[in-house]
């Protein structure tokens, strides 16, 4: 249990340092290559942070399904109501129109497939032919983010960003996510280890403790980014990152083996699609496009509800 406790301290220090390197890195090759910092922390950073549910899932959904699938809906809610909750109580985020009527909407629309599946179209079940529109949706997403993808805006040009040569800002990004994926799994372990120790069912473990903990990467490197004055970034990532989940990972999961969607879940993944809309409704009230203090708390209190609940159910 000690050294478990010391690797969890460890992983954190390493996943803090890893975020720093991983949002200098990526803001660099933004500014040279003249390209949206949203677009940026959406794929590079936004997937990169999402390799720890990757790995996660896969080896769960061999072992115990449940694991897997409390990751992948935990990780996203956590992302939508806890981590932006937080950013936003710390660093206002003003978004721009198209980040919220494309990809937000994308988000929303991921979850949603998911949703339809799981309940509606193939109750309990995401089957192979389901696996693969969830990978050509993810295909067309990706297609469209390039595509349409912006130059640096002027607000953008005006934010203090040091650049580096290439091999250094690439050199940054892969240590950085080196350092998220490392540090990441070493709180996860610990975390799972001290977890286990209570008694806490594998449902509870992979919605909270194991869900939270491969989202930390997100959290720390939106956080940061936000602190950064990079709010691309930090958007981006949590945007990107859940679309990943949710299309990419479940997609290529369910082509591998069907994925049974215990009816355990059906209210979490009901929660985490409510999450996305009300995050995207709140963008409307006050001061358009921008989360604010207030929304911050609003979404906090709202995961921590959530939680409360989780563990009354059991």
């Not at 949590?238 to 290529?252: R, V, Y």
């Not at 009901?270 to 995050?279: D, N, P």
């Not at 001061?287 to 959530?306: A, D, E, M, P």
Request: net charge neutral.
């Amino acid at each position: 249990m000690v050294i478990t406790s010391i690797l969890f301290v460890v992983g954190f220090y390493i996943l803090i340092k890893g975020a720093n390197l991983l949002v200098k890195g990526a803001s660099s090759v933004a500014r040279r290559f003249h390209v949206s910092s949203f677009l940026i922390g959406l794929v590079i950073v936004g997937i990169g942070t999402s390799i720890p549910e990757f790995a996660t899932f896969l080896i769960a959904h061999f072992i115990d399904g449940e694991v897997g699938l409390g990751v992948i809906i935990g990780s996203n809610t956590f992302n939508m109501l806890f981590i932006l909750g937080v950013t936003a109580l710390f660093f206002p985020l003003s978004m721009k129109k198209e980040w919220v009527e494309r990809d937000l909407v994308w988000n929303i629309f991921a979850v949603g497939a998911v949703m339809a599946f799981a309940l509606w179209l193939g109750p309990g079940l995401i089957s192979m032919l389901e696996g693969v529109f969830l990978l050509v949706l993810f295909a067309c997403w990706l297609c469209v983010v390039i595509k349409k993808s912006n130059d640096l805006s002027g607000e953008e040009r005006t934010i203090e960003i040091k650049e580096t040569t290439l091999f250094v800002s690439f050199g940054f990004i892969l240590l950085g996510l080196l350092g998220v994926i490392l540090g990441g799994k070493w709180v996860v372990d610990g975390a799972m280890a001290m977890a286990q120790e209570f008694g806490m069912t594998q449902g509870v473990i992979g919605l909270t403790i194991v869900g939270i903990g491969t989202s930390l990467p997100e959290f720390i490197v939106s956080f940061v980014a936000a602190y950064r004055k990079q709010a691309g970034i930090a958007i981006g990532n949590i945007i990107g990152s859940n679309i990943f989940d949710f299309l990419m990972i479940l997609g290529f999961g369910a082509i591998i083996k069907p994925i049974i969607f215990n009816p355990y879940f059906f209210f979490d993944i009901v929660v985490a699609f409510l999450s996305a809309i009300v995050l995207c409704g709140l963008l409307f009230v006050g001061k358009k496009y921008t989360l604010k203090r207030w929304h911050g708390i609003c979404l906090i209190v709202l995961y921590i509800s959530y939680i409360v609940y989780i563990f009354i159910r059991g």
